[in-house]
Structures are given as structure tokens and as C-alpha cells.
């Protein structure tokens, strides 16, 4: 093996601080090297460009550039590296990229791993990304989201983990350790509340209670920030009025001064620009001064810090010691992740890294164990006598919309499309497979129906996949309606008026909604972004090989106009009472999801039974046990996710009507059964008060387990003592 390789080899193995240098060593290092830099160069640390028309070789060359983004091949990247290299100090680059279901073999998108409750098979997911993306070159991906999202009208929601601040805690801590060990330093985003903006309108404000904020959209940040991240990025929407670029109370309070983060922020795409739209700049000297005050250390694209800083500094407006500040904790990073003398990337090596065949391998798994099957009247497993099927839908045979947004540099050539999956599974079983699309993915016209209609006629099944193309989600995918789009809908009604029975598989990033048409429906199947493998994962869903385990991360509405839609809400005054309207709830349509959170069905059934809290009575040290037996009644093997929600019924703020606090997945044999003991650390009932105060309240607690947020088997224990921690 060369050196190169066998440094590649190494480095795919070990954390980022591969330098073995003690943090003493690496802070010397930096000083040193800062007191050798002008200012023109430690501002151009602070410097993020990107590829593009704005990218400027000259200023990389004087070394007055600290990173680059969207650079992704090998030899570019090996070429703006040794470019950086002719600079006075040689500084390497930080090279970034969205890396989020993979860089080149595609997983499911984030909110569908969530879908998992395999916090384990993110972590692996992100490691393969990671490897991937760090042979050829890149080192710093724009992930995870830790964006707690509560709006599937906000098409970001699919880069994130859904709506449980528990689920998101896990998620991000996974990824971000996952990414790392695969060679990336991350970067938790957007920080903070950008997943709050009203109306799920994106880029729009966030107005979130000072309680809320840190009971459910800090959590994941915090945990990502304990998982080693590198990196935070500024979100681009304002808090309460404050954009994240100069949210100082956030950015040097809460993060740095309360979490004790040592990374550096880095602003979001043109974010310290952006300041004087959002009005709280007046120029671009004004923006640059504020974002760096306010705790911003690196500027993405805008290039204002370069254009702005040294006259700021001259006029004596900024101290240059922010500036040493921000150029430090840059250069930190750097070191700690062995950046300095590591080779460029080598071609050969990093064709060699990607798309191996366990990669792919597990790609398929993750797809199979993400996707929900929702609705199923005896129609899945497909049986014996099925002997042909009706695939209709555009994103069924293209490679590219199974991908999802921002799917790095996966390539829909290398995607086993679902028509191939489903081609390959049936052709083994001696199943024939007609393909008629219908449409085209936005199914704007419907000279396509026809055939597909008459494929459906000739068929025994068909599998309908709909939903939305990929560039309908993600940033900028904003909807008002959750209706599949196009003339879809118009398209299911053809092939349910055939009388045969229609599958729909949705491939989308957020919960779509097939009004009445779902009671006509035989199967409902929530596919995502299944990514590279989701044809064969699918097929082995639908035909049995394996039984469908996913469950739902969000809550489904039944209407648009119920979102945001929770189940962990906040209680009313005024609980739901059918009989009496002024209780809470809508005239013209029930409060209750269509599916629930944490639902999912599989090909049996689970019985929860014999519910023992083991530890009734708690002090806040504690950790509560509460045990619960699951039964597989079917007679499929199936694997559920057995869930513990809790609700605090008297606090001084009021507490979520439940809380998911515990799950674990267990794989059962028809038949058998398995008790499933819970843990929960009592600190982890507790809440903040709206002053900040982070409070664990003695007195009794309600526990439920179950297969979904509409767990019935119920418990009760109690926490004594308390604990009471003051806001800094
Ligand atoms: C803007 C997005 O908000 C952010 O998430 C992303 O990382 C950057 N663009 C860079 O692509």
C-alpha cells in the first residue's frame, strides 16, 4: 500500500483529532502561527467562498480565503488545495459541502432515517457519507439539521428528524459522531429556531417562547455540541425578530458561554448580507461589524468581512482582537482535524471509496427499515396468486427523485430505481411487471393516463407511486397545500375507478394528504426519499421478504389547515369536549392526526401488556424503570418499536399532554414475546421556566407504553426532592 493510501486508510479509521497533538500543543501551534499572520490574512481566514463565478484563485493563492464550498471532486479539490498552499503561510482549506443522506451511494433523507427509530443506522449512514465524501477531499460537511420541525408545509422539514425533541436530540448526536468518524467535521444548523418559521413560509421569522425554545429547539444543538461538533451556522430567519447572524444572547451567550462550545460559527449562504434586508443593518460595513459582535466567525459567500473589516478595525469600530478571536478558533479547528500536512486527495483512492457494495448494502437496509406502511387492506404482502402488476408513476423509473434533496453528488444513473427493483423481485416470483407511467413527475397533463389505466385493467395489483419530485422539497419547497401535486389525484381516481387494487407508494419528504380517496386505497406505503437502493427495498416490502417496521416521526394531519400539529402540544384549558364547542378544537374537523406519531403498521400485530413501573417512587438522581411486555399476536416475525411516552400533570408551566421519553425496537417471532425494560433519567422530566430557569418538579407522573403517541397501557410514579438551576 502507498503512504498515501495507507494515511487514507488510517484517517477513514480514526476521529478528526488524528494529529494525536494534546489541545496545549495545538493552541501553541495556533498562536504561533497567528502571530506570524497580517490582519489581510486572519480576515481571510474568516472568509468562506464557493465555487462558482464569484470563486477567486488570486485570493486563495495570497492566502486571504479560510474555506471553499462546493468543490467535490478530487483533483479540484487537490488543486485549490495546492493553490492555498502558494499562500505566505501555506494554511490549508476547509473544504464544505451539504453531505446529508450521503455523498455518492445515497441513504433515505434525514426525516425517513428518523423514521427508523435507529438512531445506530444514521450514525453508520453519516460514517459512509463521511468516507466517502473525505477521499475526495471535502473535510466539512453542512450537516446535520438539528432543526426541530413542526410544519410539513416548510419543505426543510425532510432534512431534519421530525417533530420529537428527543428523536431530534438522537438523530443529530448520531450524525454528528457518524460524520466525524468518517473523516468530516459537521456543522449543527440552522442555529436557532429556523425550523419555527410561521406559516412553514422558508426564510420567514421564527416566534418562539423564551420555555419552547429551550424545552424543544435547543435540545439537539446542545446534543450535537456535546457529540464533538465542529461548526455551528447562524440561521438565516430571525428569532423574535433577531436574524441568527447576530443573535448575540444565542450565539456567545447560550452556545458559547452556557455549552462551552470551542468551534467556530459560521454564518448560513450570504447570511451576514442578508442582515440589511432583514433591517437590521444599514450597510455592509454595519452588517460585518454586527455579525462578527455578535459572534459570527466565518462569513459564508457574502465576502463582506474581507470588503468591511479593515476599515472597521482602522476606524477603531471592531477590535482586531475579535478579529485574532474568530481567526483562532478557524485555525484550531483546522489543526485538531489534522488538516496541515494532510495529502491531497487522490483520485484513484477516492473512486475506490464510494459506492461499495456493503455501502449499497446498507443503503437498502436503511431504506427498508424507514419506510411506513400506513394503510393496508389485505392487499400487502402481495399474495400467491398475484401475478402481474400495474406500476404507474414517473418517479418510480427515474433515479433521480428517490435521491431526494441535496443529495451531494449522488447520481441517479447509479439509483435502482423502484420500476428495476420491483422488475427484478417480480421476475424472480414469475410476476410480470407493466410500466406506464401515467405522467411526467409533476404531472402537469394527462395524455398518459390512458395507458396507464389500461395497464391497471390488465394487471391483479397496482402500485401507484406518487408524491412530490425531489426539487418540490427541501429549501425553497415551501407548500400551502399538502394535496399531491400536479393531476395525480386525478390519476388515482382513474386507476382506483378500475376496480383493481391500487397500492399508493408515496415518495415525498413531508406527510401528503389523499383525502377521501384513501378509503379506496388497498395499501398506503410512505417510501420518502428511499435513496441509491430504494427500488429492492421496496420490493422486498411488497412482496414479503420482509415486514415494514418504519413509524412515523411526525404526526399526519388530516387537513392543511390543523398544522402545526403535534402530539406533544401543550394541554388547553379548555380539553377537547365533542358535545360542547367551546372546548378546544375545529367545527369542521376533528383535532386528531390522521396517523399518529410513532404509528406505523408491520405484517402482524403487537400486544402491550403487564405495564410495571419498577421504580415508583424517584429522586432526581434516579433514573425511572418502567418495564412492559410485547407480544407478536400475528403470524409474520415483525419488528416494533416499543414506545414510552410521559406527561407531568401538575407543573408551574404547563407540561406536554405526553412526551416521548424511551423507545427500543425488538424483533419478534410469531408468538413470541419480550418484556422491554425502560429508562428514563428523572432530570430528563424536567423543563425551563420562561426566565430560563431549568426546573425538575417533584410530585406525581403519568407513563404510557405503546406502539404509537396513542399508547393506552398506563403507569404512574412519583419523583421527589426536585431540582432547581438557575439561569446564567
Ligand atoms: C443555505 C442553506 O440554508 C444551508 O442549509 C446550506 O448549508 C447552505 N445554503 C450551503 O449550501
Known amino acids: 500500500m502507498s ?28 498562536e504561533d502561527l497567528l502571530g506570524r499572520m497580517t490582519l489581510e490574512e486572519k480576515i481571510g481566514q474568516l472568509h468562506l467562498g464557493s465555487n462558482g463565478p464569484g470563486f477567486r484563485p488570486d485570493q486563495v493563492r495570497r492566502g486571504f480565503v479560510g474555506g471553499l464550498m462546493n468543490f467535490n471532486d478530487a483533483p479540484d479539490v487537490a488543486r485549490v488545495q ?85 428523536m431530534n436530540r438522537l438523530f443529530t448526536a448520531a450524525r454528528v459522531e457518524g460524520f466525524r468518524a468518517g473523516g468530516l467535521a459537521t456543522s449543527l444548523k440552522h442555529f436557532v429556531g429556523y425550523g419555527g418559521a410561521i406559516g412553514g413560509r422558508d426564510y420567514d421569522v421564527s416566534e418562539i417562547g423564551p420555555g419552547d425554545l429551550r424545552d424543544l429547539h435547543l435540545p439537539a444543538f446542545k446534543s450535537g455540541v456535546e457529540a464533538g461538533a465542529e461548526t455551528v451556522m447562524a440561521s438565516l430567519n430571525a428569532l423574535d425578530g433577531v436574524p441568527g447572524a447576530v443573535n448575540e444572547a444565542m450565539l456567545n451567550g447560550v452556545l458559547r458561554r452556557d455549552w462551552g462550545f470551542r468551534g467556530f460559527v459560521v454564518s448560513d449562504w450570504d447570511g451576514v448580507k442578508e442582515l440589511m434586508a432583514h433591517g437590521v443593518a444599514a450597510d ?90 400506513l394503510t393496508n387492506r389485505g392487499a400487502l404482502p402481495f399474495a400467491p396468486g398475484v401475478r402481474s402488476i400495474a406500476l404507474v408513476g414517473a418517479m418510480a423509473g427515474n433515479g433521480a427523485d428517490q435521491l431526494g434533496p441535496h443529495a451531494a453528488r449522488g447520481w441517479p444513473d447509479e439509483s435502482v430505481t423502484i420500476r428495476r427493483g420491483l422488475e427484478e423481485r417480480a421476475g424472480r416470483a414469475g410476476v410480470r411487471v407493466a410500466y406506464a407511467p401515467g405522467c411526467d413527475a409533476e404531472c402537469r397533463t394527462t395524455e398518459g393516463f390512458a395507458e396507464a389505466v389500461r395497464a391497471a385493467g390488465e394487471a391483479d395489483v397496482v402500485v401507484a407511486v406518487m408524491g412530490e419530485p425531489r426539487t418540490q422539497s427541501g429549501e425553497g419547497a415551501s407548500r400551502v397545500s399538502l394535496d399531491l401535486p400536479g393531476r395525480q389525484g386525478e390519476l388515482l381516481d382513474a386507476l382506483i375507478a378500475t376496480g383493481k387494487p391500487v397500492v399508493v407508494v408515496l415518495m415525498t419528504g413531508r406527510p401528503l394528504l389523499l383525502g377521501p380517496r384513501l378509503d379506496r386505497v388497498a395499501g398506503l406505503v410512505m417510501a420518502w426519499y428511499p435513496g441509491t437502493e430504494g427500488g429492492p427495498a421496496l420490493a422486498e416490502l411488497l412482496f414479503g421478504d420482509a415486514a415494514p417496521s418504519g413509524r412515523l416521526p411526525v404526526s399526519w394531519p388530516r387537513h392543511v389547515g390543523q398544522v402545526p400539529l403535534t402530539y406533544n402540544r401543550l394541554p388547553s384549558g379548555r380539553p377537547s369536549a365533542p358535545d360542547n364547542r367551546f372546548t378546544l378544537g375545529y367545527m369542521d374537523e376533528s383535532l386528531e392526526p390522521l396517523f399518529p ?132
Do not use: C
Open 597 to 728: 406519531f410513532g404509528f406505523g403498521l408491520s405484517y402482524t400485530a403487537f400486544a402491550y401488556s403487564d405495564l410495571t413501573v419498577l421504580t415508583p417512587r424517584a429522586g432526581v438522581e434516579d433514573e425511572i424503570r418502567v418495564r412492559v411486555r410485547v407480544t407478536n399476536t400475528g403470524t409474520r416475525a415483525g419488528r416494533e418499536v416499543a414506545q414510552l411516552y410521559v406527561r407531568d400533570p401538575v407543573a408551574t408551566r404547563s407540561r406536554p399532554v405526553r412526551e416521548l421519553k424511551a423507545f427500543e425496537a425488538v424483533r419478534l417471532e410469531p408468538g413470541e414475546s419480550r418484556e422491554v425494560t425502560f429508562r428514563v433519567a428523572a432530570s430528563d422530566l424536567g423543563f425551563h421556566l420562561t426566565d430560563g430557569t431549568f426546573v425538575v418538579e417533584p410530585g406525581a407522573f403519568q407513563v404510557w407504553a405503546g406502539g404509537d403517541a396513542r399508547a393506552a397501557l398506563e403507569g404512574r410514579f412519583e419523583v421527589v426532592g426536585g431540582l432547581r438551576r438557575a439561569a446564567r
Open 82 to 166: 495546492a493553490m492555498a498552499r502558494e499562500g505566505r503561510n501555506g494554511i490549508p482549506l476547509l473544504i464544505g459541502l451539504d453531505i446529508l443522506q450521503g455523498f455518492r451511494t445515497i441513504f433515505p433523507v434525514p426525516l425517513a432515517q428518523a423514521a427508523s427509530f435507529d438512531p445506530a443506522m444514521a450514525r453508520e449512514a453519516a460514517a459512509i457519507a463521511a468516507r466517502e465524501a473525505s477521499a475526495a477531499g471535502v473535510n466539512w460537511t453542512f450537516a446535520p439539521m438539528a432543526d426541530l420541525s413542526r410544519d410539513p408545509r416548510w419543505g426543510r422539514a425532510v432534512e431534519g428528524s421530525g417533530e420529537d425533541p428527543l
Open 284 to 373: 455592509g460595513a454595519e452588517a460585518s461589524r454586527r455579525a462578527l459582535m455578535a459572534g459570527v466567525d466565518m462569513d459564508m459567500e457574502s465576502g463582506l468581512f474581507v470588503r468591511h473589516l479593515p476599515d472597521e478595525i482602522a476606524a477603531g469600530r471592531v477590535p482586531v482582537s475579535r478579529v485574532d478571536e474568530a481567526a483562532r478558533r478557524i485555525l484550531r479547528i483546522k489543526m485538531e482535524m489534522g488538516l496541515f500536512g494532510r495529502p491531497d486527495p487522490d483520485p484513484v483512492a477516492a473512486s475506490r471509496a464510494i459506492m461499495l457494495p456493503e455501502s449499497r448494502a446498507k443503503a437498502r437496509a436503511a431504506a427498508r427499515d424507514s419506510m411506513v406502511l
Open 3 to 30: 503512504r498515501r493510501l495507507a494515511f487514507l486508510a488510517l484517517a477513514a479509521l480514526l476521529p478528526l483529532s488524528a494529529a494525536a497533538q494534546t489541545p496545549a500543543e495545538i493552541d501553541r501551534r495556533v
